[in-house]
Nanobody, 121 residues
Framework: QVQLAESGGGLVQAGGSLRLSCAASGSISRLGGMGWYRQPPGKQRELVATITKTGDTNSAASVKGRFTISRDDAKNTVILQMNSLKPEDTALYYC???????????????WGQGTQVTVSS
């Protein structure tokens, strides 16, 4: 059993900052890539940023230069630092992690429950 627990969402004014954290717990044999996705109101889920096991990152064009993703494998945690927030960043943010629960099993995608980020103008 694996769980992803997100924290750090909330209400912030445009131009402000928030820091999202996601900790994976449970039966974790191997931890692969991790990332953040978001679903704006009335829209489909979209990629925000990802980070590989070796630390390579990828992010959506809309957040480049404003959002930074990082990870702490000792704590099975992925962090999203969000600066210069805009109203269009308002969304439900989901954590994603690729986890193998036993040594010879493949990596499988796990998702958090989501944390709401609301940016007021």
């Amino acid at each position: 059993q694996v769980q992803l627990a997100e924290s750090g969402g909330g209400l912030v004014q445009a131009g402000g900052s928030l820091r999202l954290s996601c900790a994976a717990s449970g039966s974790i044999s191997r931890l692969g890539g991790m990332g953040w996705y978001r679903q704006p109101p009335g829209k489909q889920r979209e990629l925000v940023a990802t980070i590989t096991k070796t630390g390579d990152t990828n992010s959506a064009a809309s957040v480049k230069g404003r959002f930074t993703i990082s990870r702490d494998d000792a704590k099975n945690t992925v962090i999203l630092q969000m600066n210069s927030l805009k109203p269009e960043d308002t969304a439900l943010y989901y954590c994603n992690a690729q986890i193998a629960t036993r040594l010879f099993l493949p990596l499988v995608d796990y998702w958090g429950q989501g944390t709401q980020v609301t940016v007021s103008s």
